[in-house]
């Protein structure tokens, strides 16, 4: 996180720019961390939709009885294993006129640049956290959620030495930051010379963390309860049942889990609407921010208007989301997810590593946060950038990739074909960037290419084209 804002800050530029300062042979890479994010807002686009529909489903708690069949076969009428993922099965109209609507909601959230995106947040982040705490409040007053919660804090070690683990926890981390998508990039060009970026950075680390840590409250102690009345169901003790028969990963456990959960609670129509309200604006959240980083990347190349780029990516994002509206779309949204999230990210955040620690060279650029900062980092930010990270998540892939040519792959078991099609998208997608990167820009945007400053004593790295030996102040910015 620290080191997309100081790329930011240090080119002034969205992903691509700042890559085509250390070199024109890097614009690509810039392209393709933009353009993972935009694949990414295609389908989550779809899962924006599934929430407004379920926002207005919880009015009237129209997942019945049976949120499983519900969710499914009523609301996806999601094709059979046996025809996935080519037979597109039927369109669903409710997920399609969502979809529109939640295209709206995030151009119209950053329809002004960071002026509109200043206000709107206010609103996205405070009112899922207000909710938050009163899911938390219900969730651990719930008869059997201190079972629940005893799960939940009671750490497993032997875990730890499952890669697979590590791997999810790190995609997790990255998503969940928005670490990987060029976006924290576009957001660092717009800090300010007093705004500390080592500060910056720890808050919302931690803030990122702690509503993680915070909101497994609300979820293990609504586990705990409905494992609770599960047993009761059964007529058998509550310990008889392991946690891993109560809940199901995925989609099932916010659109069937869930639900089943609200069933169970008084007021339950009440928690159902604040439910897929706090979800609502959670998703809203995370996904303009997805869209500002590829607007603001057309924005710098092509000198658009910040209103004409936010238009292209929302008409090609929703009509590249028109999979996800079939009865098949859950199928593909598994397959692109996993890619994106489990390789997309990692790509980019090891190659981040590399083209910072060995080509810009890692100390040039601790130097540059360290003059924009009231807390300064050392040398160990050099080594875990350019060694650390890097062998880790090698290793990790390596290890994924192991995995998936052994056994099938993603929740719902994804075939050899379809693990074919994985990997095609994600040539596709370096393809495309290639190509954007070699399409001319603005004039100020073509002579951004090599104008991060190289070599000096210290870092023992190249000499500028632009920058004459000796001019240290320019080098590190530093007024």
């Known amino acids: 996180l620290m080191l997309e804002f100081s790329i930011g800050k240090r080119m002034n530029n969205?992903?691509?720019?700042?890559?085509?300062?250390?070199?024109?042979?890097?614009?690509?890479?810039?392209?393709?961390?933009?353009?993972?994010?935009?694949?990414?807002?295609?389908?989550?686009?779809?899962?924006?939709?599934?929430?407004?529909?379920?926002?207005?489903?919880?009015?009237?708690?129209?997942?019945?009885?049976?949120?499983?069949e519900f969710f499914f076969n009523d609301f996806l009428k999601i094709t059979t294993d046996?025809?996935?993922?080519?037979?597109?099965?039927?369109?669903?109209?409710?997920?399609?006129?969502?979809?529109?609507?939640?295209?709206?909601?995030?151009?119209?959230?950053?329809?002004?640049?960071?002026?509109?995106?200043?206000?709107?947040?206010?609103f996205t982040v405070l009112g899922p956290w207000i909710l938050l705490l009163i899911f938390v409040v219900r969730g651990v007053t719930l008869s059997g959620a201190s079972e629940g919660l005893a799960f939940y804090l009671t750490p497993e070690w032997i875990k730890?030495?499952?890669?697979?683990?590590?791997?999810?926890?790190?995609?997790?981390?990255?998503?969940?930051?928005?670490?990987?998508?060029?976006?924290?990039?576009?957001?660092?060009?717009?800090?300010?010379?007093?705004?500390?970026?080592?500060?910056?950075?720890?808050?919302?680390?931690?803030?990122?963390?702690?509503?993680?840590?915070?909101?497994?409250?609300?979820?293990?102690?609504?586990l705990g309860h409905k494992r609770l009345l599960q047993a009761a169901a059964a007529g058998v003790s509550p310990d008889s049942i392991p946690f891993a028969d109560v809940v199901r990963g995925g989609p099932g456990f916010t659109f069937v889990t869930y639900p089943e959960i609200i069933n169970a609670l008084p007021w339950s129509q009440f928690f159902g609407v604040l439910f897929f309200v706090m979800l609502s604006l959670l998703a809203v959240d995370s996904a303009f921010s997805l869209v500002e980083g590829v607007?603001?990347?057309?924005?710098?190349?092509?000198?658009?208007?910040?209103?004409?780029?936010?238009?292209?990516?929302?008409?090609?994002?929703?009509?590249?989301?028109?999979?996800?509206?079939?009865?098949a779309g859950l199928w593909w949204l598994d397959i692109v997810d996993r890619f994106m999230n489990q390789f997309g990210l990692?790509?980019?955040v090891l190659g981040q590593?590399?083209?910072?620690?060995?080509?810009?060279?890692?100390?040039?650029?601790?130097?540059?946060?360290?003059?924009?900062?009231?807390?300064?980092?050392?040398?160990?930010?050099?080594?875990r950038v350019q060694l650390i990270i890097p062998a880790f998540i090698l290793v990790m892939l390596g290890f994924e990739v192991y995995q998936r040519i052994q056994k099938p792959y993603g929740e719902f078991g994804l075939r050899s074909q379809e693990f074919v099609w994985g990997w095609l998208v994600m040539a596709l997608l370096i393809i495309g960037a290639i190509v954007i990167g070699k399409i001319k820009g603005t004039p100020d945007y073509e002579s951004l290419a090599n104008t991060i400053p190289i070599d000096d004593e210290e870092c023992g790295c190249e000499i500028p084209l632009k920058q004459e030996k000796g001019d240290e102040s320019e080098l590190y910015d530093i007024d």
């Open 353 to 383: 590593c590399l083209i910072i620690g060995w080509v810009m060279k890692a100390g040039r650029m601790r130097h540059f946060i360290n003059s924009r900062s009231e807390g300064k980092i050392g040398i160990w930010w050099d080594i």
């Open 82 to 122: 046996a025809e996935r993922p080519w037979s597109w099965g039927a369109f669903r109209w409710p997920i399609f006129i969502g979809m529109i609507f939640a295209w709206v909601w995030m151009v119209a959230s950053i329809w002004k640049g960071t002026k509109t995106v200043g206000k709107v947040v206010w």
């Open 14 to 68: 969205a992903a691509p720019g700042a890559f085509l300062g250390i070199s024109p042979k890097l614009e690509w890479f810039g392209w393709f961390a933009v353009g993972v994010g935009f694949i990414i807002t295609t389908y989550y686009s779809g899962i924006m939709s599934w929430c407004l529909n379920y926002l207005i489903f919880s009015f009237r708690n129209a997942w019945g009885a049976n949120p499983n």
């Open 295 to 327: 607007s603001a990347a057309l924005k710098d190349k092509f000198g658009w208007t910040h209103k004409k780029s936010n238009i292209t990516v929302a008409v090609c994002g929703f009509l590249l989301g028109l999979p996800y509206v079939f009865g």
């Open 160 to 222: 730890l030495l499952d890669p697979q683990v590590w791997l999810a926890a790190v995609s997790q981390v990255f998503f969940s930051l928005t670490v990987g998508f060029g976006v924290m990039i576009a957001y660092g060009s717009f800090i300010d010379d007093k705004t500390c970026i080592v500060k910056n950075a720890w808050i919302i680390g931690l803030a990122d963390a702690g509503t993680a840590i915070v909101g497994g409250f609300a979820v293990f102690g609504a």
């Open 346 to 348: 990692t790509f980019v």
